[in-house]
């Protein structure tokens, strides 16, 4: 009997379909109850050319949920940690809030939690996706930047856009081997 691979969960973004509504900050803030003057995903404005042939892009950012994430190598007490399916997360309860986690993150995609004094980050919404539903972020963008799924999943809509389209990672010098992909 064939062995079943386990589930794999990435993101892939269209930025060019992004209109920096920021209706995906919003609803993570809102479903996470993520504090004020933090951010657990962002969007990066982009400016090229110059005048009058100017260009703005907006590009989403946040945790790419690392194969071989450095913020879980470097936790001095095991708090952040990798679920089999791939989704990097925070135990609050054994966090001491070194933010040797925060540093080692290529991508910035950390924070310190000015209310608890532990870090934050995205989670992918896995309370919401092991209900089966789509992260917040995800389910609220009305112009569909974002497309979540799992990369195991031949059928999966993740699986064939990776599969029929080019893209790019961030910083794959690093090793960290993102799972946020960015079509091209």
Known sequence: ??????????????????IDCKACVVACKAENQVPLGVFRNWINLEKSGEYPRLRTSFDPEQCHHCEHASCVRVCPTGASWQREDG????????????????????????????????????????????????????????????????????????HQLLSTRRYRVLKPQTGNGPHLYYLL
Do not use: Q, W
């Open 1 to 18: 009997m064939a062995r079943k691979k386990s589930k794999r969960y990435a993101m892939v973004l269209d930025s060019r379909k992004c």
């Open 87 to 158: 989704v990097v997360l925070v135990k609050y309860d054994d966090c001491i809030g070194c933010k040797y986690c925060i540093i080692a993150c290529p991508y910035d995609a950390r924070y310190h939690n000015p209310e608890t004094h532990t870090v934050g980050k995205c989670t992918f919404c896995s309370h919401r996706v092991d209900r089966g539903e789509e992260p917040a972020c995800v389910e609220t963008c009305p112009s569909k930047v974002r497309v979540f799924g799992d990369l195991e999943d031949p059928k999966s809509p993740i």
